[in-house]
């Protein structure tokens, strides 16, 4: 534990794979910034994803670090940066961790609900380190998973696919049981995190979501920190953000300027996609037929069954000027900022999500799995900046995909929200809003800056009790 006067040391342990690492990396330079010494826990290939942002911090005077643990004969946690799951086993950390804990002593540590083990392996160390708890999602999921949990209403159904309402909500939701995980997984990581933990961090901000913040702290000690993907402001970070771009951003931004305003649709299902090839044929089928502007992430690129139309569609859309391709990372950030970028169709991952709002652009909802599903009601029922695209089934990671939306379905949902109408024109304008006050939230006296200072803060005070 440092002295009184020294700053706040904050240690961040984030999960091994893209759509949770990324935030947490966000997270530990956001803190930096505001006074706070941010320590970022890896192991040797996932920290290669953001060590160039955290040199640049560095260079820029911001105490923000990265700490290496040391791993067995050069093992490490998945087979890539972007492949771990939440059944990932990740414990190999557990004595490493725990060492680096004992010789440091911290003021807090904030851990990824994903490690399922470490709530007890840091409460069991008794060193009066606060342990906050990170669960990657915002507010609405949270509450609507809870009461999902707690009161039970897709018991009450006789049909997967006949909708109940969510009890317990500040709006009318309704959800089917083919939207719900068909684990417990998660929901068991999160209860376990949250015994005796000193709070939690949560990436949302209060305008986005007001009553599901205020019902969401009722029941849990918690600070509202976010957008933290706001706080990569330069083009290297926003290029490089999750892992260096399949290609180069001059390219992106000189085919984006090319375009006019609001008419690109950006498509990206995060981190981890997993489509029946069928279904990616479909995709391009509604894509090409909507005459709308698109550039399109492919992340895996399949072989076999489709694979020579999808290179001929490739080419083809180049040469009418239609739709970029990207066959791997895409700079999302870089790309939903722009101005010709007028839509984005996502799988309603929280970080999309929420990136996609604070650019203020629209999007048309594919859910897959996780809290998806939630998140999609949050866009399209709380919201009503996004257009449903059809997708009805929840898809675990180990699950055979299928082919769930067709390629009218996709055609329409891209219309609807892109073609000029009153509809689209009014989402366009409500997510613009929301995008305003996302920016203002992070800012000097907006309320996510005021409660990242509350935190450090409270860590301050604590400190001079414990000592």
Known sequence: ?????SPVEMFFFPFVGGGHQIPMVD???????????????STPKHALSFRESIHRDQQ????????????????????????????TDTSMLQEPLKKLLLQRKPDCIVHDMF????????????????????NGIGCFASCARENISKFKPQDKVDSKYEPFVVPGLPDRIEMTQSQLPVTQIVQDNMRKSKENCYGMVVNSFYELEPAYVEQFKKGNRAWIVGPVSLYNRNIADKAERGKKA???????????????????????FGSSPRFAPQQILELAHGLQASNQPFIWVIRNVFKGEGAEFLTEF???MRESKQGLIINGWAPQLLILEHGSVGGFMTHCGWNSTL??????VPMITWPISAEQFFNEKLVTDVLKIGVRVGSLDWLWWNMEPRVSVGRDMVEAAVKRLMGGGEEGGEMRNKARLIGEMAKKAVEGGGLSYKEAIALINELKDRRRIIE
């Open 1 to 5: 534990m440092e002295s009184i006067s």
């Open 27 to 41: 997270m530990a330079r956001m803190f930096a910034v505001h006074g706070a010494t941010s320590v970022i826990i």
């Open 60 to 87: 820029s005077g911001r105490p923000v670090f990265i700490e290496i643990l040391p791993l067995p004969d050069n093992i490490d946690i998945a087979d890539s940066d972007m492949s771990a799951t939440p059944v």
């Open 115 to 134: 490690h399922h083990w470490a709530a007890d392996a840091i409460d069991n160390l008794e060193l009066n380190v606060a342990r906050i708890v990170f």
């Open 246 to 268: 399949a290609i180069d951003e001059q390219t992106i931004l000189s085919w984006l300027h090319s375009k006019p305003p609001n008419s690109v649709l950006y498509i990206s």
């Open 314 to 316: 490739e080419e083809k």
């Open 355 to 360: 990136e996609g709002v604070s650019c203020g």
